[in-house]
């Protein structure tokens, strides 16, 4: 199977930042899911260790799709410098897959 699949992580300051960037994600058709779980993430940030509560967001997107979910994380994001990490799906449920194609398809119409 060629690369035609993703997922997309990124994480959130918080839960309501997260539920609003998750909505207008899949209300914009860049993915088809997003699932989301709260986090202790620990980091170095300007030489500083830092410990954050954050939300983490695993968003699943088709490979097509990733340049226009980069821009608009990016864009909406309230990290000046956002993690945006494309992870590829080689392999998957047919019927899940076929979903995920058609839901973000961008000249979808409902």
């Given at each position: ?52 509560a954050e939300v ?55």
């Open positions: 199977m060629k690369e035609e699949y993703c997922m997309v992580v990124t994480t959130i300051p918080g839960m309501e930042e997260a539920e609003n960037l998750a909505e207008s994600i899949l209300e914009n058709r860049l993915a088809a899911c997003v699932q989301m779980t709260g986090i202790r993430s620990f980091f170095l940030w300007e030489g500083e260790l830092q410990r954050e983490l967001l695993l968003i699943k997107t088709t490979v097509s799709r990733y340049s226009d979910l980069e821009s608009y994380i990016s864009e909406y994001h309230p990290y000046d410098v956002p993690e945006i990490i494309r992870i590829p799906v080689t392999a998957g449920l047919s019927g899940y897959l076929d979903w995920l194609r058609t839901t973000t398809a961008s000249d979808r119409r409902e």
